[in-house]
């Protein structure tokens, strides 16, 4: 696996000499943010979990600063944010809003749909469409940060346990192949 994965990293020298990225050169040749180990692949696929709710293009930069900010793998990140793309944002997004409203007990409302265009002036139903996203507003904001949250916790868990599992079988084949077995 890991070598698989490094073919597909750019070099270090790549981004050294790349005049986008040569400011924080220093910064993001850090070791711990490419170090391949169960600390840094469960802490880089919580923080994609997490970013990968983060509205549109600012996913990929959100998870950068994070695995800055914690020294975790900056490519398993990145790459765990594509979690969200245009086929799974909608649910993702009502199912927060389902947990947001769950949270402010207000689970007894149904999810309104947006107002129709109808018989109304444009400018009356731009006015009644940013009503209804204002209406939707806390409890998607907090049903986002609650699903990002446990959707990182759990992820975390998993990858520590996954590897946990996978080095205790390396462990018993090694033995077993020493002892002759």
Request: glycine share 10%; with cysteine; proline share 7%.
């Given at each position: ?5 490094k ?27 490419w170090?391949l ?7 880089g696929?919580?923080?994609g979990?997490?970013?990968g ?5 600012l ?6 600063i994070?695995?800055?900010a ?5 490519p ?20 927060a ?6 949270a402010?007990?207000?689970n007894g409302q ?5 107002p ?15 009503d ?45 192949h020493r002892?002759?077995?």
């Amino acid at each position: 696996m890991r070598k698989i994965l490094k073919r597909f990293l750019p070099k270090h020298e790549t981004i050294r000499s790349n005049r986008w990225l040569r400011p924080f050169a220093s910064t993001l040749l850090h070791p711990r943010l490419w170090h391949l180990n169960r600390h840094s692949a469960a802490g880089g696929f919580a923080v994609g979990l997490f970013c990968g709710l983060i509205p549109g293009p600012l996913q990929a930069g959100a998870a950068a600063i994070c695995c800055v900010a914690f020294r975790v793998n900056l490519p398993l990140a990145i790459i765990t944010t594509l979690y969200s793309n245009p086929v799974t944002i909608v649910p993702l997004y009502f199912l927060a809003y389902e947990i947001g409203s769950w949270a402010m007990g207000i689970n007894g409302q149904e999810f309104a749909p947006p107002p129709e265009l109808g018989e109304m002036t444009l400018i009356a139903w731009g006015g009644a469409l940013v009503d209804w996203m204002a209406g939707l507003g806390k409890p998607l904001g907090l049903g986002l940060i609650l699903l990002a949250a446990t959707l990182s916790l759990l992820g975390y868990l998993t990858v520590k346990a996954a590897w946990r599992i996978w080095l205790i079988r390396t462990w018993h084949a090694r033995r077993t192949h020493r002892n002759g077995g």
